[in-house]
């Protein structure tokens, strides 16, 4: 008798341990998968929204079984430079991406959409198409799965000075702050000297004379405070940047089947719903360029046509002479666009 109600006692310990164990697993298994982003941007730019924008879609639609964290100002420690292969080794599940600063890494991706060569808007609109399927396969050559693709909402670049600059001559013997080393061997070729600065940079190397001209959005006045220093800006050119969001493939395998396909249309949808509007194309920069004129920044006369054209010429030289030295997949792909830009040049 004893022996029975010592069995039926441990039955009934094992049962309840059990049942008190099973919401336990059930909140295991039911516990979020998280996704760490990657971005330099913070919330005072104007491409976090659109960052920002992308995670939320994803949280909402997943229900919270994904939930993708943005961590903004750099705040994972990476370097911008080095984001191809924190994602290929899946360091960081997703990250803002921009083919401008993989040189080092992809020397083809920067020569896809070379900065100063564009004069138009519409010319780079145009070859949207053919630039986001050259995109997508160079990252996929490092495991990086494209989940969307937007024309930045800035139409020009401009130069942003202490000085009134708005001439290639007057911008001569002066140091030019860009982002990419295209620009510098673009602006070397038109006998102007360009720098790369970091971003996070910029406001303190403007300040204290470090650079004399900036080249930037016209959006950075306000939100990289530059408008505290500067007295003029001045439009340069179109400015043909591509931004986007990268995924690491390694963490998009290791998704559930279903949640690997919400993934991919929400991010089909984010790509639609962001895509260029000519309705609604430079509403934005125009809002931009009010606030200047509003906070004491004066604007100059755009560069001329002609300075243009010099400054694209230039450019074109340069992004085929490199293509060149890169050789292979490099070449075709500049000529492949190169040929497209001229054939709407020329009607």
């Known amino acids: ?61 997943t229900d919270g079984r994904l939930k993708v964290v943005v961590y903004p100002g750099g705040a994972l420690g990476f370097k911008e430079s080095d984001m191809l292969g924190a994602l290929k080794n899946g360091l960081v599940e997703s990250s803002y991406v921009y083919a401008g600063y993989y040189g080092r890494s992809q020397p083809v991706l920067p020569l896809v959409l070379p900065q ?16 986001y399927e050259a995109y997508e396969d160079l990252y996929a050559d490092w495991d990086v799965k494209v989940a969307s693709m937007w024309p930045t909402s800035s139409c020009h670049i401009t130069v942003i000075a202490k000085e009134e600059f708005n001439t290639l001559d ?7 702050r860009v982002w990419e080393a295209q620009q510098v061997n673009s602006l070397r070729a038109v006998d102007v000297v ?70 991919q249309s929400v991010s089909d949808e984010h790509r639609s719903k962001w895509a260029a509007d000519s309705k609604t194309d430079c509403k934005e920069e125009q809002q931009h360029l ?12 755009d560069f001329s046509e002609s300075d ?22 490099a070449e075709e792909i500049q000529k492949r666009i190169e040929d497209a830009l001229m054939k709407l040049r020329n009607g």
């Open 1 to 61: 008798m004893k022996r029975f109600m010592k069995r039926n006692v441990i039955s009934g310990f094992f049962l309840g341990v059990m049942a008190l164990s099973a919401p336990a697993l059930a909140f295991a298994q039911e516990k979020p998968i998280e996704w760490r982003y990657y971005t330099a941007h913070t919330a005072d730019r104007e491409v976090f929204k659109l960052e920002t924008d992308w995670a939320n879609m994803i949280n909402e639609a």
């Open 116 to 131: 100063m060569v564009f004069n138009t808007r519409d010319e780079f609109l145009s070859l949207l198409p053919t630039v």
């Open 170 to 176: 007057s911008l001569k013997g002066k140091r030019v």
């Open 194 to 263: 360009g720098t790369v600065v970091p971003q996070n940079d910029i406001y303190l190397a403007f300040k204290t004379g470090m650079i004399d001209a900036i080249v930037h959005y016209p959006e950075a006045l306000r939100t990289l405070s530059l408008a505290e220093d500067a007295k003029y800006f001045s439009l340069l050119q179109p400015v043909p940047v591509v931004q986007g969001i990268g995924i690491s493939e390694r963490a998009f395998n290791a998704l559930p089947a279903d949640l690997q396909e919400i993934v």
């Open 290 to 301: 009010e606030w200047a004129a509003e906070n004491g920044v004066e604007r100059s006369p």
């Open 308 to 329: 243009r054209n010099k400054l694209s010429e230039a450019a074109i030289e340069v992004w085929r002479a490199r293509a060149e030295q890169v050789g292979g997949e």
